[in-house]
């Protein structure tokens, strides 16, 4: 098949590198962590990977015919999607507003950052940090500020009962214990 019958990706794509989208007027909230997990990342990004990987589309040109080598078709496949997410991270780290949910350490009411136990319909007590939707990890007990159990548990303080409208009907969470990470000590140097 002639190379021009061929249909390589769109460069400007971002396709699934796209974060939910944010509240009309709402704000791309970040932890200093997440921001600079993300920051690290675009860096390395950067400086690291996509130079080796041009080094290898370099090295698998000059060996000639380009339509059947690996290593130059896997190498621009891999270069594309390095760029779309040094794309992404670079629009997501513009829009960042960095909070240091710290600030917040001894209060018991919700913020950003906050890490809540609630108790579920007066059965199940579950833990939940409140994080950027950038950062938010649900493997890890991490929900997006913007999720619908974190919406009704912001502002919220430790022994108030709320209401989560969920499509499995409406349930009735109690916050129980409401923490902020602590500052950072540093040592003297």
Known sequence: MSKAFTKEADADDDGDLTAPPL???GKNYITPQG????????LALI?????????????????????ENGDYLY????????????????????????VDPAIH??????????????????SVERTVT????DEADGKR??????????????KSRVGDEISLAAPSGLHRLEVLDVR????????GI
């Open 23 to 25: 509240p009309v007027g």
């Open 35 to 42: 921001y600079a997990r993300l920051r690290s990342e675009l």
């Open 47 to 67: 400086d690291t990977e996509r130079p080796k990987i041009v080094d290898i589309v370099h090295w698998a040109a000059s060996n000639g015919d380009r339509s």
């Open 75 to 98: 190498g621009k496949k891999r270069l594309r999607e390095i760029d779309r997410r040094i794309r992404f991270l670079t629009k997501r780290l513009e829009i960042a507003e960095i």
């Open 105 to 122: 350490q001894g209060g018991d009411q919700v913020f950003f950052g906050a890490t809540v136990t609630y108790l579920e319909d007066g």
């Open 130 to 133: 409140i994080m950027g939707i």
């Open 141 to 154: 007990g991490q929900v997006s500020w913007i999720s619908p159990v974190a919406r009704a548990l912001l």
């Open 180 to 187: 902020y990470p602590g500052k950072p000590v540093r040592k």
